[in-house]
């Protein structure tokens, strides 16, 4: 078992080391003087706007950073488009509870990256701050880059108001300032401008995504560029293995509880996992289910040498994690971390102590079928196959207040990917 565990480690810690240098992808730049160039880019880890980028010729050799000074922009192969951006940005939240009593804009002159969204005759870029807020730029006939001006701020609102009493409510209230750059870049489709002020037209990219197509359909005007469309992928594993597990007794009112003392328990663990890689984060983030059956079984003494306690249990159990996956390379090895909860409930309960009564009285007569725990691990997928160790912390089987009874579980899994959409 020892063997087992130090041979997945270093599978696991090797492909993380090998992945390390297959970070960067396919791509083209396009320099502020000179022509496109082709090469290879570092992937944009994360969703905050990139304010440089790494770039090399060939995976052979060193790669050189650029900034938005000296880009005009630069595209993943099959992927996102990134415009330069040099210019004034809001700098308020947009978190609610960030918020100040001013209106006003402020705004102080930044360098990023920003992603193309739609490009044709109106054209449509959004970005992620440092600070987490987003910003919506627009553009007409390849013209200046201007972003669409929104705030979002507090109001004191006079709920009740008489002779005696008055009562203040604080309110959000939003700048769309937007809305009339808006009407007045689409005012040559005037029912389409008419549309922005008449209908509800939230600060939010699919929103002006769906706008600025229509612009572009009104006037004829063919779309160069459509942001592609990630909306997550579905992975379905069939996960089984082998899971040791430990429990003791631990009580200040009753010591004698302290003398309980199990054997390790090797069981079964089998399930069905569903991995969803959520959307643009190009697969390096997921959040996974699995539903599995976990055997517990073991023996125990109450400080004697004599075995006089009995466990016996099965477990229908529902893992929740947040996996990070260390490469988006899906044809080699691809190294993950995962922690997250545990909820287990027992579907078969046998506890008996036979040291009174040969017939067996149970363990504890408050036995805890709901159970619960914290859960980390680590693995690696290869192709179709993935192997993981996990390690469980719950709460264990004692429904007293007074006696608490700590579980801690190993598991060694071995996964086949059933299938993705």
């Given at each position: ?26 791509g083209m730049i396009m320099p502020i003087s000179g022509d496109t160039i082709k ?95 987003i910003h919506l730029f627009l553009q007409k006939f390849g013209g200046d880059i ?276």
């Open positions: 078992m020892k063997n087992a565990i130090i041979a997945v480690s270093l599978i696991f810690f090797l492909s993380a080391g090998v992945n390390a240098q297959k970070n960067f992808l396919p090469g290879f880019i570092k992937e944009i880890d994360g969703r905050i706007n990139p304010t440089s980028i790494e770039f090399k010729s060939s995976l052979s050799e060193a790669s050189k950073n650029y900034s938005p000074l000296e880009l005009k922009w630069f595209r993943f192969i099959g992927g996102d488009w990134y415009f330069s951006y040099v210019g004034p940005l809001e700098t308020s939240s947009l978190n609610t509870n960030d918020l100040t009593y001013d209106s006003t804009m402020h705004t102080v002159i930044n360098t990023l990256f920003i992603r193309a969204v739609v490009i044709g005759r109106a054209s449509l870029y959004y970005a992620r701050d440092q600070n987490d807020r201007t972003e669409l001006v929104f705030k979002k701020y507090y109001v004191d609102e006079i709920v009740i108001a008489d002779y005696q009493n008055k009562i203040v409510k604080r309110a959000v209230y939003e700048n769309q300032m937007y809305k009339g750059q808006l009407i007045r870049a689409f005012q040559d489709c005037p029912y389409l401008a008419a549309d922005i002020t008449s209908k509800p037209l939230e600060y939010a990219k699919n929103d002006l995504e769906i706008l600025f197509n229509s612009y572009n359909h009104c006037k004829g005007a063919k779309i160069v560029y459509q942001e592609p469309k990630d909306e997550g992928t579905l992975v379905f594993t069939l996960n089984t293995g082998i899971n040791i597990s430990n429990i003791k007794f631990e009580s200040s009112t009753f010591p004698s509880w302290n003398d309980y003392h199990f054997n390790n328990s090797v069981g079964f663990a089998f399930g069905i996992g569903c991995d969803y890689l959520l959307p643009r984060t190009a697969g390096k983030w997921g959040f996974f289910n699995e539903l599995s059956l976990k055997s517990f079984k073991c023996n125990g003494d109450l400080g004697e040498d004599q075995d006089v306690l009995k466990l016996d249990l099965l477990y229908l159990k529902l893992a929740t994690m947040m996996r990070y996956y260390f490469t988006t390379d899906r044809k080699s090895a691809r190294p993950y971390f995962g922690f997250g909860i545990a909820n287990n409930v027992a579907i078969k309960d046998e506890n008996f102590n036979y040291s009174k009564n040969p017939e067996g009285d149970p363990i504890v007569d408050y036995f805890r079928t709901y159970e619960q725990g914290l859960i980390f691990g680590f693995g690696t997928y290869y192709k179709r196959w993935n192997g993981e160790l996990r390690y469980e912390f719950s709460n264990g089987i004692s429904g007293y207040t007074d006696m608490k009874s700590p579980a801690h579980t190993a598991y060694i899994l071995l996964g086949y990917k059933l299938f993705e959409l």
